[in-house]
């Protein structure tokens, strides 16, 4: 496993402590604005760091336990919005746009193949995962692939020059395998983790938590570690977000960490390399409750809650101007002694 | 009493509604940015709604009551900090630029004059409030200009083209004035209520209660209605702040509200019409605690938190780019029949 990470340049980081400290303002007053301009400090090794050149990659694939009627839409969908990012019209897409973003998204295993359309990488594992309550999603020749395709877009964005990475996903029926894997990694009950996803009612849910429960049950002797658990009850497009946010931090590339499926996957990024851990922040409090048990297990807070629950990276891609306006006023605002402002009594 | 207020298009959000159902996501998904598109087009009477020209207008006064202590900064920080603003070096002027929106800072108050400075309006009702805890803030008179230099602010955005108000404050001491009045018009308990502003310690605390507690009392019996309220216990820039958050309402001028003080004058508009509501979005969670009153009378919800108490009109600035996308999304997502996405099962 190559885990060799990077790690954040400490001295930038004090010396962006103590610009903050001298910024014309109550000490602590733009709360997690400073944290965001000092902790980009220490990814970019600059006092003022900057955000010119922010990547999203989005990556699609099906799941074969979607035949266990755990989703509200049915698995086309997935296929459907693959060619409804390459025109556009995705709210993924629109973010991008809005926001300078470069956007790609990578078929890892949909269904059916719909390449080429533009802006699709085409990166095909299989056709599909197969389907957990029969059987483990991937091989491990497969989930080898996938992390490899999530470390191909990394490698798109560093040459391209990013400098902040966003990994999106779109899956039907991805919520049942990040809520399998959270329960499993975090050791939290069904009932606390299970949700409506795209907008299943209370019935279908019990279904999705006794579909999930017979999966964990199946494979439980088999899931000794993090990434076989990815494996076992996981899909082809966690395992490229896994493969990708694992190569940001090997490179140093800071990320933003979207909704409930990109945190199963940070979460198992973060069990094999715990490092990886200060590369990341976490953009969104999603309406999906298995989150918050990634947000318990890796004692992190998310910066906003807008009760949102979309996935693709949207709630990620909205921290975007948050994090420029971080750096704009690191940057920009005088020095109580430029600005002649008296400090406190 | 000017009190005739605009009201938002229905039709329009009706629209609204019907566009954020077509469009490529699982219904609700995007939370609370569809709730900030539906308003907009009622605010806009369009169904489709853009902010093009926002507009902030920071209000800078002093209070008498600083000479009781009741600050970690001495009073003179309000006057530097509006040469600050002049200047483009504090938090809100970086902001702004940002941002793209029109910016002022307007002087109804300081206890210095220091005009003529490039962005300064002055509109000096007096050299700072009286010291509440001995005497009423203002005169009615004082009062009356104080409101009506807020309106002036709401004239010279909409004749600027402006689509969308913020109001910020500059004002050492103002946590003081907010936290009385927050107090007496929620009837919520001081030490509820009464937080550490720029950076008092406990101790200071308990004294910045006390002083809160003999202006209560002192005042009680005059205290009569919300405008009374901030004539005895409020401040000059509340003041103005309230003026012009009413005359936005007036004019059908979307708000965004911002921290605690803006709270503290929306309250009071809110109060004096109560429909003013209808036009305001509260931006975000303060540190101080006496907002959380307001939000509960109110029984609004802020969009974001983070962790900030600066004022200024800040937090209000950084929900700028956060409604913009809202518009963009809802603007701009395919709908589920020009995209061939299956809908639900």
Request: aromatic share 4%; net charge negative; charged share 15%.
């Amino acid at each position: 496993m190559k885990t060799l990470l990077k790690t954040l340049c400490q001295t930038s980081m004090q010396a962006a402590v103590a610009r903050q400290a001298s910024l014309t303002k109550p000490a602590g007053s733009l709360g997690r604005l400073e944290e965001m301009a000092i902790w980009l400090a220490g990814c970019q090794g600059r006092v003022c760091p900057k955000i010119e050149r922010p990547w999203i990659s989005v990556f699609a694939a099906d799941h074969g336990v979607t035949e266990e009627g755990v989703s509200a839409f049915p698995a086309v969908v997935t296929q459907e919005m693959v060619k409804n990012f390459a025109a556009g019209g995705a709210a993924i897409t629109v973010l991008a746009r809005e926001n300078g973003a470069q956007f790609e998204v990578v078929d890892v295993g949909v269904f059916n193949d719909v390449a080429p359309l533009p802006s699709l990488i085409s990166a095909r594992v299989a056709a599909g995962s197969s389907n957990f309550k029969l059987q483990p999603a991937m091989t491990e020749a497969q989930l080898q692939a996938a992390l490899t395709a999530g470390e191909a877009a990394v490698e798109r964005a560093l040459a391209a020059g990013a400098d902040l990475f966003i990994g999106g996903e779109m899956g039907i029926g991805n919520t049942t395998a990040a809520a399998a894997m959270i329960s499993r990694l975090c050791n939290a009950p069904l009932e606390t983790i299970v949700g409506h996803g795209t907008g299943i009612n209370d019935e279908q849910k019990q279904h999705k938590t006794k579909v999930i429960q017979t999966a964990l049950d199946l494979h439980r002797a088999a899931m000794t570690d993090a990434m076989s658990v990815l494996q076992h009850i996981g899909g082809l497009e966690i395992a490229a977000l896994t493969g990708a946010y694992l190569h940001c931090a090997r490179h140093g590339l800071p990320m933003v960490i979207d909704g409930v499926i990109s945190c199963a996957a940070a979460l198992v990024a973060c069990k094999v390399a715990p490092k990886a851990k200060a590369w990341m922040v976490f953009a969104h409090q999603s309406v999906e409750p298995a989150q918050q048990a990634v947000f318990s297990d890796l004692a992190v807070d998310p910066l906003i809650d807008l009760q949102m629950r979309l996935g693709e990276g949207s709630g990620a891609a909205l921290a975007i101007p948050l994090i420029k306006l971080a750096c704009a006023l690191h940057a920009q605002m005088a020095t109580f002694e430029q600005a002649g402002v008296s400090g406190a009594d």
